[in-house]
């Protein structure tokens, strides 16, 4: 146990109760993620990749083995709003304005008008959204509302940021352009960030470690620490490093699927 | 304005229609009326012409077929007779000056809304407050839904002059609360119905959200769940008001009501003067027309203001 490490995934066992019998989304998962970290988990769907992710956020209890978040349980770190969650569907509230929307968590925690207008201006510099504090989410295109939604998870300052498949649904070139804009961002603010993926170039593109998962049960099947450089421009991923990185992460997800 | 032309060929058509249907309605009537004028008819005397059909007697008394349209106590008046009973009793009312004479459907309409607007309320008030419970609690949701259904079984006009008779029992004074209850009978349900389904229309990451924030059940009750049923409310309202008005007027009928357009229907029955059950039928839609529309357009304005305009 390190002293730095933030989430700390110890055994990890879930299993949901259907009518066709128990599903093991969950078994034997263990993991450390460190300060600072950009953790992806990639694997295909039923891995248990987005599972995992809601243990840690406390949306799922899971049925064995332990977890940390900063020391505490899921729940302790909950309350503490120790983390920001960001989901695939933006869900902005189309009766709020960005800005609105952005100071939805800020109301609920009871922060003060003056500091909810001071973060709010503050958190969309940060995603490159000011200026379009009085608009409505409809006004928006998808890749805007998302970067509206990240903005929503950031606002709070919580030292973690949770992202569940947040550009899932964009298009390529959207998609590369965010994950440029979610790198400085993840720079500038140095937040440990724990992110689902089914992109292999996005998850050996943006991250420091990455975990290659696999289903039935979902399990852990490859850790993969980066080689690559904090400063990663767009062009980096025609590197040899990169295309190395990418193509241990193709086996991994090769051999999970072997097993069925 | 682009539906104005399809609005008006359609009401064309049903004035067509109707224009048309008054002759064989008015045929017996208005023979008979000119045999004992004096006019030849064929055959002669009202009894052996029960016999014969319409079409026939409109054939061999061609001549007599117009006076149908122009009948004192028609069977099925004109669409023109209709207006100027209802301007008679609405618009040359108030050119008299005297606007809340009880000769007049303003009056009659008056105390009609009086009832609808408080049954309406009410409905709505009991509609949301058990669409919350139902949403929030199972028990309630089990407990309370299948007699909402059930309650909406029941004819209303068997209800109606039982919750008049209770009323009365407890010691209420007058027609108005009865009459308000019997409406919000009726309204009550697709409130309820409309509202639980908005409650429920967020989606369970908008819940998860909320949770990861760790708001508390008021907190997402005001900021998701309500705002996200403001479109479902709007909609359920305007049914909700429709179905108020329904109410109050089948509270007014069985029960011996003189005032309020289902008594004006019921008295133009009893005394055979149809022209008065078309011009109170006609005022009643007119009044359910403009309060749907006034609703309709608080809707709009609302949703703009939230920014959920379609």
Redesign the interface.
């Known amino acids: 146990m390190t002293e730095k490490s933030v989430i700390q995934a110890n055994a990890l066992d879930l299993t949901f109760q259907t009518n066709d019998g128990p599903v093991h989304a969950l078994k034997g998962v263990s993991l450390d993620i460190g300060k600072g970290d950009f953790v992806s988990f990639i694997g295909p769907s039923g891995c248990g990749k987005t599972t995992f992710l809601r243990c840690m ?3 799922e209890q899971p049925t064995g083995g332990g977890i940390t978040v900063n020391g505490t349980t899921p729940e302790e770190a ?2 503490a ?1 120790a ?3 960001v ?3 933006a ?1 902005l ?5 960005i800005g609105r929307n952005i100071s ?2 800020l ?3 009871g922060y003060s008008k003056v500091e909810q207008a001071e973060r709010v201006a503050r958190t969309l510099e940060l995603v490159e959204l000011s200026g379009f504090e009085k608009k ?3 006004q928006l295109s998808g890749g805007m509302q998302q970067r509206a939604s990240i903005a929503r998870a950031l606002a709070f300052d919580a030292d973690i940021l949770l992202m569940d498949e947040p550009f899932g649904a964009l298009d390529e070139i959207v998609r590369d352009h965010l994950n440029e804009q979610l790198l400085q961002l993840w720079a500038r603010t140095e937040k440990t960030i724990a992110f689902v993926t089914h992109s292999i170039p996005e998850a050996v593109y943006l991250s420091t470690k990455i975990v290659v998962m696999s289903p039935r049960p979902g399990r852990i099947t490859d850790v993969i620490e980066s080689t690559l450089p904090k400063e990663r421009p767009l062009d980096i991923r025609e590197s040899p490093e990169f295309l190395e990185i990418a193509h241990r992460v193709r086996d991994g997800l090769r051999a999970g699927h072997a097993y069925d | 304005m682009r539906s104005l032309l399809p609005v008006l060929t359609v009401l064309t058509v049903i004035v067509g229609i109707w224009y048309l249907a008054v002759a064989p309605m008015n045929v017996r009537v208005a023979l008979d009326q000119a045999e004992r004028a004096g006019d030849a008819i064929v055959p002669e005397g009202s009894v052996p012409r029960r016999e014969i059909s319409v079409w026939r007697l409109m054939l061999d008394n061609s001549k007599h077929v117009g006076l149908g349209y122009a009948l004192e106590r028609p069977r099925l008046p004109t669409p023109a007779q209709v207006g100027q009973e209802l301007w008679k009793t609405t618009g040359a009312m108030i050119a008299k000056g005297r606007p809340w004479s009880k000769r007049g459907l303003i009056y009659h309409g008056w105390i009609t809304l009086q009832s609808t607007l408080w049954g309406f309320a009410l409905g709505t008030l009991l509609g949301i407050v058990g669409a919350v419970a139902i949403v929030y609690s199972r028990t309630a949701q089990l407990s309370l839904m299948p007699w909402a259904i059930i309650s909406q079984t029941i004819p209303i006009v068997a209800l109606a002059p039982m919750i008049i008779v209770l009323s009365s029992q407890l010691g209420i004074e007058g027609r108005g609360v009865p009459k308000a209850i019997i409406s919000a009978y009726l309204c009550f349900f697709p409130v309820l119905v409309g509202m639980v389904k908005g409650l429920r229309a967020p ?1 369970s ?2 819940l ?8 508390n059940s008021l ?1 997402s009750f005001l ?2 769940r309500l ?2 049923s ?1 479109p479902y409310l709007f909609t359920s309202l305007k049914v909700g008001i429709a179905a108020a008005l329904v109410g109050t007027i089948v509270g007014e009928l069985p029960t011996g009501a003189i005032s309020g357009l289902g008594a004006r229907i019921l008295i133009g029955d009893q005394f055979g003067t149809p022209l008065a059950i078309w011009s109170a039928l006609f005022a009643a839609a007119v009044l359910a027309g403009a309060l749907v529309t006034l609703l309709d357009l608080i809707q709009r304005l609302t949703l703009k203001r ?3 305009a379609t």
């Not at chain 2, 998860?208 to 708001?215: I, Q, S, V």
């Open positions: 956020a406390d949306l909950r309350k709003r983390y920001g969650y989901f695939q569907a869900g509230y189309p009766w709020r304005t939805l968590p109301e609920i925690m409505f989410p409809w | 989606q990451s908008q998860d959200l909320l949770r990861t924030y760790n708001a907190q900021r998701l705002p996200a403001v939230m920014g959920m």
